[in-house]
């Protein structure tokens, strides 16, 4: 069977395929809640020395710690693979993680891709045949997954079965390979644009949520425990504040603010340092960054606020309309600084507000 005959193999943890890359204006943003090139980057993932390993690190997300690990447990009692799983949520929350979480938690190995690298049945055909038994296979927007590789992944879910076609023409005919029962982990920040089938096949589906401030401020204390950067509660919670609700962000704030104290010679990190460090970064106390504050400012100068198409205001701002509302307008949506209306965005009282005093 040709099919299977090479093709390549899903990367472990320490050499993950990059994510396909963010629309070209958001990159580079301190606040872009993507991973950048150097964060995905073997051998050494920078993510990855902040990871939680176990579920018991794994600060937030209750609920969804709470439906995984009774998952785990009875998974574990019987011997068997876990039920596949479908993330999704916004990015930077901790999807990659979970799944790397969970492959712990179980004893297994997890193999990390995503969609756009299973571009040829056989990428996808060369992940499943060398999956060991009760071993995780995580596909990162997995809603981009093209049709073939999708149909392939359906009797896989189900029987842990491939149906490949062999020959070509009139003698073509199906062949069934049985594969290793295994976990499927699939990560989206799309989750409607999944085909209902493949939505159909997982049997947990669970959202991520933004964090809390608290919340937030443990992760940055224990990501600062393990870059050895001496920091207090209310510095935390600086960082806390301006990484919008995402722990990505959060950790890569905190490697510029080492930055600044390291240059400075200070050893400990006191709110203020936080406040220098980001605002050298044009990171405000909300988290709101140059590309937000100019939107937000070409509404309220040049169109009194509002309302004013999507269209008007990218090209106002040289950006193309896709990456502006991909990329820039969710963190002022949530915000509540800015409002999507039948006639175009308004800038809201509290978008004024950050204006004036950001
Ligand atoms: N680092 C990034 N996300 C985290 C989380 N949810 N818990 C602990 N550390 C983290």
Known sequence: MAIVSSGPQGQDRRGAAPAAAAPVAARGRLVDPAAAAEELQAPVLREDTLRPRRLADYIGQSELKQVLGIAVEATRARDEALDHVLLYGPPGLGKTTMALVLAEELGVRCRITSAPALERPRDIVGLLVNLQPRELLFIDEIHRLNRVAEELLY????????????????????????????????????????????????????????????????????????????????????????????????????????????????????????????????????????????????????????????????????????????????????????????????????????????
């Open 155 to 358: 009797p896989a879910m189900e029987d842990f079965r491939l149906d490949l076609m062999v020959g070509k023409g009139s003698t073509a005919r199906t062949r069934s390979l049985p594969i290793a029962p295994f976990t499927l982990v699939g990560a989206t920040t799309r989750a409607g644009a999944l085909s209902s089938p493949l939505r159909d096949r997982f049997g947990l589906i669970q959202r991520l949520e933004f964090y809390g401030l608290e919340d937030l401020q443990a992760i940055v204390l224990r990501a600062a425990g393990l870059l050895d950067v001496r920091l207090d509660g209310e510095a935390a919670l600086e960082v806390a504040r301006r990484c919008r609700g995402t722990p990505r962000i959060a950790n890569r704030l905190l490697r510029r603010v080492r930055d600044v104290a390291s240059v400075q010679g200070r050893e400990r990190v006191t709110a203020e340092l936080v406040h220098e460090a980001l605002s050298l970064h044009r990171v405000d106390g909300r988290g709101l960054d140059a590309h937000d504050r100019r939107l937000l400012t070409l509404m309220l100068e040049a169109y009194g606020g509002g309302p004013v198409g999507l269209e008007t205001l990218a090209a106002g701002l040289g950006e193309d309309p896709a990456t502006l509302e991909a990329v820039v307008e969710p963190y002022l949506l949530q915000q509540g600084l800015l409002q999507r209306t039948p006639r175009g965005r308004l800038l809201t009282a509290a978008g004024r507000a950050h204006l004036e005093c950001p």
